[in-house]
């Protein structure tokens, strides 16, 4: 492992080791931040779990790879009385041995060296996997902290809005009483006032829905935060950026890309050690053994070169390879269509970042707008000129939560570009996987 793999797994090994006092005791902040969701992210979580199995997995196959030419050792001990075919008497003879061995592979003509390329490779890549999983989670909670705000947002809308209804509603109650007016005109607005009041709950359960998602993804199904704190944003205002430099950034760090070409590679070596198969293999063994019963044809020690040449194997090399091209073809083609979707994947991005930039402005235009169309009809109501104010605010408010979901869509569009291009999202910082 280089130290600047090292490097960029410290977090995720610190968040680990921290993981019984911080997540399993302390209590989610409150008001809670995006910045504090996003610190949730490396915790264990079956997602990340399965990911760091995986890199344990190809750790163990490096182990089984290098141990092709390790030192081997046993010793043999057995206990056994004979009665020989040439014998004296019917007397059982003690015919008892213990015997050490050693042996070493010297030299296979590169097999074992492919074999342990393979794996080291498989871990490399594995390790690219664990480091996209840990984008994905970063995703996932800033997608799931931002559906709560909205959440929040909708419900104030539509609260504006029951409260505006109801208001009408009850005016027009007052005067159907009095007989100005009919019982269809009463009923007309008492349908708007219900109809307010189903949207308005279901806006509420969509706050406790939401609440419910953001803690199963942050691993505390029991704990719904509260209060969220409204994030900024001011990565929002970066220009956006030239494809071909994102296409290119993305080509050298993406991690799933440099995963597969990992794989491609642990395919390719496999497929060469597979063909050393055919080769001849050098070995040592060594002996040292203890007898009961001498004969000439028994050795106290013995040391032996074995050369084994391979003549004809049944086929067997020949599907192994065959089996193991197949696979390093599978993987080339699979890092091809990666390569080919993440194209696709940068260029959506990079026109949705733009497009979502000329909302944004429009939004705090229509921002602007309704703050001062709420201004006037606050003036006129008070002058009884107007009768509109209860409107104007529930416009206002949806104003607002149309700025924020196109804020929030911006951000986490550039989030998801930065991933692309192998960073982990932060919200006021970014640690880059260079």
């Known amino acids: 492992m280089t130290a600047r793999r090292a490097r960029h797994l410290l977090p995720a090994i610190l968040s680990l080791a921290a993981w019984p006092l911080s997540a399993?005791?302390?209590p989610l902040p409150s008001p809670l931040t995006l910045e504090q969701v996003l610190n949730q992210a490396d915790i264990p979580h079956p997602d990340l779990d399965q990911a760091r199995a995986r890199v344990d997995a190809a750790r163990a196959g490096l182990t089984q790879a290098e141990s092709t030419s390790g030192l081997r050792a046993l010793v043999d001990i057995t206990p056994q009385w004979v009665l020989p075919s040439l014998r004296?008497?019917?007397?059982?003879?003690?015919?008892?041995?213990?015997r050490f061995f050693v042996s070493k592979r010297l030299y296979d003509f590169g097999r074992t060296a492919s074999l342990e390329g393979s794996a080291r490779a498989d871990i490399e890549s594995r390790e690219q996997l664990l480091f996209d999983a840990r984008q994905?989670?970063?995703?996932?909670?800033m997608s799931r902290f931002f559906e709560v705000l909205l959440a929040d947002l909708r419900y104030a809308v539509?609260?504006?809005?029951?409260?505006?209804?109801?208001?009408?509603?009850d005016k027009f109650r007052e005067r159907h009483k009095l007989g100005q007016i009919s019982d269809v005109d009463l009923l007309e607005h008492e349908t708007r006032y219900q109809e307010s009041l189903i949207v308005r709950t279901r806006s509420q359960k969509r706050q406790a829905q939401s609440r419910q998602q953001l803690a199963l993804a942050l691993g505390r199904p029991d704990e719904l935060p509260a209060e969220l704190v409204l994030p900024t944003f001011p990565g929002n205002d970066r220009e956006p950026p030239e494809l071909k430099t994102v296409l290119d950034q993305v080509r050298q760090r993406n991690p799933t890309l440099l995963a597969q070409?990992?794989?491609?590679?642990?395919?390719?070596?496999q497929a060469d050690a597979e063909r050393a198969r055919r080769y001849p293999v050098l070995s040592a063994e060594g002996?040292?053994?203890?007898?009961?019963?001498?004969?000439?044809?028994?050795d106290d020690v013995?040391?032996?070169l074995n050369l084994r040449v391979p003549l004809w194997q049944g086929g067997e090399d020949r599907g192994a390879i065959q089996a193991a091209l197949a696979r390093q073809q599978e993987a080339d083609a699979r890092a091809r269509r990666t390569e080919l979707d993440l194209h696709q994947t940068v260029l959506d991005l990079v026109q949705e970042i733009e497009t979502l930039r000329i909302e944004r402005n429009a939004a705090r235009i229509r921002t602007a707008w309704r703050d001062l169309y709420l201004d006037r009809s606050r003036a006129l109501y008070e002058l009884e000129?107007?009768?509109?104010?209860?409107d104007s605010m529930t416009r206002v408010t949806e104003a607002q939560w149309q700025a924020a979901q196109v804020e929030f869509r911006l951000a986490h569009a550039w989030a998801r570009l930065d991933a692309l291009t192998g960073q982990l999202a932060e919200n006021s910082s970014q640690e880059s996987r260079k």
Do not use: C, P
């Open 24 to 26: 399993a005791e302390s």
């Open 88 to 98: 004296i008497n019917d007397d059982f003879v003690n015919d008892s041995r213990a």
């Open 136 to 141: 994905r989670r970063r995703l996932e909670l």
């Open 158 to 169: 539509d609260n504006e809005a029951l409260a505006h209804f109801y208001v009408t509603y």
């Open 261 to 269: 070409r990992k794989e491609l590679e642990a395919a390719r070596l």
């Open 287 to 298: 002996e040292v053994a203890a007898y009961e019963r001498n004969f000439v044809s028994r």
């Open 302 to 304: 013995r040391a032996t």
């Open 385 to 390: 000129v107007r009768t509109d104010l209860g």
